[in-house]
Protein backbone atom coordinates (compact mmCIF):
# COMPACT_ATOMS: atom_id res chain seq x y z
CA UNK A 1 0.00 0.00 0.00
CA UNK A 2 1.46 3.53 -0.81
CA UNK A 3 1.53 6.31 0.74
CA UNK A 4 0.56 10.00 -0.20
CA UNK A 5 3.76 11.50 -1.77
CA UNK A 6 1.75 14.31 -2.53
CA UNK A 7 2.48 15.14 1.42
CA UNK A 8 6.20 15.13 0.67
CA UNK A 9 8.53 17.82 0.99
CA UNK A 10 10.66 17.49 -1.25
CA UNK A 11 10.53 18.10 -5.46
CA UNK A 12 10.73 14.62 -6.58
CA UNK A 13 8.57 11.66 -4.88
CA UNK A 14 8.45 7.71 -5.48
CA UNK A 15 6.70 5.32 -4.05
CA UNK A 16 6.16 1.62 -5.25
CA UNK A 17 3.07 -0.32 -3.97
CA UNK A 18 4.26 -3.57 -1.62
CA UNK A 19 2.87 -6.87 -3.27
CA UNK A 20 1.35 -9.04 -0.99
CA UNK A 21 1.88 -11.67 -3.90
CA UNK A 22 4.52 -12.67 -6.74
CA UNK A 23 4.20 -14.60 -9.69
CA UNK A 24 7.32 -17.44 -9.37
CA UNK A 25 7.04 -18.28 -12.93
CA UNK A 26 7.26 -14.59 -14.28
CA UNK A 27 10.27 -13.83 -11.29
CA UNK A 28 12.12 -16.95 -12.77
CA UNK A 29 12.38 -15.73 -16.02
CA UNK A 30 12.29 -12.41 -15.39
CA UNK A 31 16.09 -11.04 -17.28
CA UNK A 32 14.40 -12.64 -20.24
CA UNK A 33 11.00 -10.79 -19.88
CA UNK A 34 12.51 -7.46 -19.34
CA UNK A 35 14.64 -7.75 -22.55
CA UNK A 36 12.19 -6.05 -25.30
CA UNK A 37 11.04 -2.94 -22.96
CA UNK A 38 14.44 -2.79 -21.75
CA UNK A 39 15.12 -2.24 -25.37
CA UNK A 40 12.68 0.40 -26.09
CA UNK A 41 14.08 2.13 -23.09
CA UNK A 42 17.83 1.69 -24.85
CA UNK A 43 16.77 3.04 -27.86
CA UNK A 44 14.94 6.30 -25.82
CA UNK A 45 17.56 7.05 -23.86
CA UNK A 46 20.41 6.06 -26.51
CA UNK A 47 19.09 8.34 -29.08
CA UNK A 48 21.06 10.45 -30.96
CA UNK A 49 24.34 8.78 -30.08
CA UNK A 50 26.69 8.73 -32.36
CA UNK A 51 30.39 7.38 -32.56
CA UNK A 52 32.97 9.82 -33.96
CA UNK A 53 36.39 7.97 -35.19
CA UNK A 54 39.54 9.37 -34.76
CA UNK A 55 42.84 8.72 -37.28
CA UNK A 56 45.82 9.86 -37.16
CA UNK A 57 48.43 9.09 -40.18
CA UNK A 58 52.06 9.60 -40.14
CA UNK A 59 54.34 11.14 -43.57
CA UNK A 60 53.40 8.65 -45.71
CA UNK A 61 49.55 8.37 -44.97
CA UNK A 62 49.56 5.16 -43.34
CA UNK A 63 47.10 4.80 -40.32
CA UNK A 64 49.74 4.76 -37.32
CA UNK A 65 46.56 5.60 -34.16
CA UNK A 66 42.86 5.49 -34.31
CA UNK A 67 40.68 6.66 -31.16
CA UNK A 68 36.79 6.08 -30.72
CA UNK A 69 34.66 8.35 -28.92
CA UNK A 70 31.05 8.14 -28.68
CA UNK A 71 29.30 11.40 -28.27
CA UNK A 72 25.44 12.19 -27.36
CA UNK A 73 22.36 10.27 -26.12
CA UNK A 74 19.68 11.68 -25.51
CA UNK A 75 20.20 11.82 -21.25
CA UNK A 76 23.06 13.62 -21.55
CA UNK A 77 21.78 16.12 -24.25
CA UNK A 78 18.60 16.59 -22.01
CA UNK A 79 20.88 17.93 -19.05
CA UNK A 80 23.23 19.89 -21.27
CA UNK A 81 20.24 21.57 -23.02
CA UNK A 82 18.34 22.72 -20.02
CA UNK A 83 21.48 23.37 -18.23
CA UNK A 84 21.97 26.37 -20.94
CA UNK A 85 18.26 27.07 -20.57
CA UNK A 86 18.29 27.98 -17.21
CA UNK A 87 21.96 29.62 -17.10
CA UNK A 88 21.48 31.86 -20.30
CA UNK A 89 17.78 32.35 -20.73
CA UNK A 90 16.34 31.20 -17.01
CA UNK A 91 13.78 29.33 -18.77
CA UNK A 92 12.72 25.87 -18.29
CA UNK A 93 9.58 25.00 -21.01
CA UNK A 94 7.12 23.01 -20.02
CA UNK A 95 6.81 20.73 -22.75
CA UNK A 96 10.50 19.78 -21.82
CA UNK A 97 10.06 19.09 -18.46
CA UNK A 98 7.24 16.46 -19.01
CA UNK A 99 9.34 14.37 -21.45
CA UNK A 100 11.70 14.32 -18.68
CA UNK A 101 9.38 13.61 -16.45
CA UNK A 102 7.59 10.95 -18.37
CA UNK A 103 10.92 9.19 -19.02
CA UNK A 104 11.84 9.34 -15.67
CA UNK A 105 8.30 6.97 -14.87
CA UNK A 106 8.96 4.86 -17.49
CA UNK A 107 12.30 4.10 -16.38
CA UNK A 108 11.39 3.94 -12.50
CA UNK A 109 8.63 0.98 -14.09
CA UNK A 110 11.24 -0.73 -16.12
CA UNK A 111 13.39 -0.47 -12.68
CA UNK A 112 10.58 -1.60 -10.44
CA UNK A 113 10.26 -4.63 -12.70
CA UNK A 114 13.55 -5.66 -13.20
CA UNK A 115 14.66 -5.76 -9.35
CA UNK A 116 11.14 -7.74 -9.00
CA UNK A 117 9.10 -5.27 -6.99
CA UNK A 118 5.94 -5.52 -9.24
CA UNK A 119 4.58 -8.80 -12.02
CA UNK A 120 3.29 -5.67 -13.93
CA UNK A 121 4.76 -5.67 -17.04
CA UNK A 122 6.27 -1.91 -17.46
CA UNK A 123 4.09 0.54 -19.45
CA UNK A 124 5.33 3.37 -21.65
CA UNK A 125 1.80 5.30 -20.48
CA UNK A 126 -0.19 3.78 -17.53
CA UNK A 127 1.14 4.69 -13.83
CA UNK A 128 0.54 0.74 -12.44
CA UNK A 129 2.07 0.26 -8.89
CA UNK A 130 5.08 2.78 -9.74
CA UNK A 131 3.63 6.60 -8.09
CA UNK A 132 6.68 8.93 -9.42
CA UNK A 133 6.17 12.66 -9.15
CA UNK A 134 8.28 16.08 -9.46
CA UNK A 135 7.15 19.22 -8.94
CA UNK A 136 7.69 21.53 -12.39
CA UNK A 137 9.72 24.32 -10.86
CA UNK A 138 9.53 28.26 -10.96
CA UNK A 139 13.05 28.74 -12.63
CA UNK A 140 13.07 32.96 -11.07
CA UNK A 141 12.00 32.03 -8.41
CA UNK A 142 12.88 28.57 -7.09
CA UNK A 143 16.26 28.13 -9.24
CA UNK A 144 19.80 29.81 -8.89
CA UNK A 145 20.51 30.49 -12.38
CA UNK A 146 24.30 29.66 -12.11
CA UNK A 147 24.19 26.21 -9.89
CA UNK A 148 23.71 24.16 -12.95
CA UNK A 149 26.92 24.31 -13.52
CA UNK A 150 28.47 22.90 -9.98
CA UNK A 151 25.87 20.89 -9.23
CA UNK A 152 27.32 17.31 -10.62
CA UNK A 153 30.30 18.47 -8.77
CA UNK A 154 28.14 18.95 -5.22
CA UNK A 155 26.43 15.61 -6.11
CA UNK A 156 29.47 13.32 -6.28
CA UNK A 157 29.44 11.67 -2.32
CA UNK A 158 25.64 10.65 -3.61
CA UNK A 159 27.40 9.22 -6.00
CA UNK A 160 29.75 7.25 -3.91
CA UNK A 161 27.08 6.62 -1.43
CA UNK A 162 24.41 5.30 -4.13
CA UNK A 163 27.98 2.95 -5.39
CA UNK A 164 27.91 1.08 -2.12
CA UNK A 165 23.96 0.97 -1.92
CA UNK A 166 23.42 -0.46 -5.46
CA UNK A 167 25.87 -3.27 -4.44
CA UNK A 168 23.46 -3.91 -1.58
CA UNK A 169 20.40 -3.66 -3.83
CA UNK A 170 21.96 -6.00 -6.15
CA UNK A 171 22.51 -9.14 -3.20
CA UNK A 172 19.00 -7.78 -1.84
CA UNK A 173 17.36 -8.76 -5.16
CA UNK A 174 19.26 -11.99 -5.46
CA UNK A 175 18.23 -13.11 -1.96
CA UNK A 176 14.49 -11.77 -3.02
CA UNK A 177 14.47 -13.79 -5.72
CA UNK A 178 15.34 -16.92 -4.26
CA UNK A 179 12.43 -15.73 -1.25
CA UNK A 180 9.51 -15.38 -4.25
CA UNK A 181 10.95 -18.77 -5.72
CA UNK A 182 9.71 -20.63 -2.95
CA UNK A 183 7.20 -18.12 -0.67
CA UNK A 184 5.82 -15.88 -3.86
CA UNK A 185 6.53 -13.19 -1.48
CA UNK A 186 8.89 -10.68 -1.46
CA UNK A 187 10.57 -9.62 1.86
CA UNK A 188 9.08 -6.48 3.57
CA UNK A 189 12.65 -5.90 4.70
CA UNK A 190 14.54 -6.55 1.47
CA UNK A 191 11.41 -4.42 -0.71
CA UNK A 192 11.86 -1.97 1.68
CA UNK A 193 15.34 -1.69 1.18
CA UNK A 194 15.37 -1.62 -2.72
CA UNK A 195 12.49 0.65 -2.30
CA UNK A 196 14.52 3.01 -0.41
CA UNK A 197 17.61 3.11 -2.57
CA UNK A 198 15.25 4.47 -5.55
CA UNK A 199 13.76 7.63 -4.32
CA UNK A 200 17.21 8.42 -3.30
CA UNK A 201 18.84 7.90 -6.65
CA UNK A 202 15.70 9.92 -8.04
CA UNK A 203 16.30 12.73 -5.98
CA UNK A 204 20.12 12.78 -6.46
CA UNK A 205 18.61 12.82 -10.39
CA UNK A 206 16.21 15.55 -9.81
CA UNK A 207 18.95 17.93 -8.29
CA UNK A 208 22.07 17.04 -10.34
CA UNK A 209 20.55 16.01 -13.80
CA UNK A 210 16.90 17.17 -14.26
CA UNK A 211 17.92 20.12 -12.31
CA UNK A 212 14.21 20.75 -11.00
CA UNK A 213 15.38 22.17 -7.35
CA UNK A 214 18.26 23.48 -5.64
CA UNK A 215 17.95 21.74 -2.17
CA UNK A 216 20.40 19.32 -2.04
CA UNK A 217 19.44 16.15 -1.24
CA UNK A 218 19.17 14.37 2.15
CA UNK A 219 21.14 11.37 2.77
CA UNK A 220 18.57 9.11 3.77
CA UNK A 221 16.52 6.03 2.61
CA UNK A 222 13.05 7.96 2.71
Known amino acids: MTTNIENAKYAARLEVDYPEKLDRMTTFFRLVMVIPIAIILGLITDAGQTVTNNYFYNEAGDVINSTQQTVGGLASGLFAATALMIVFARRYPRW ?7 LARFGA ?5 IFLLTDQYPSTVEEQSVHLEIDYPDVEKDLNQWM ?15 G ?7 FAVI ?18 YVVGVAP ?10 LLVTDDYPPFNLQ
Open 109 to 113: RVGAY
Open 200 to 209: WALRVEAYAV
Open 148 to 162: PLIKWLLAIPHYIVL
Open 164 to 170: FLGIGVF
Open 175 to 192: LAWFAILFTGEYPKGLFD
Open 96 to 102: WFDFSRE
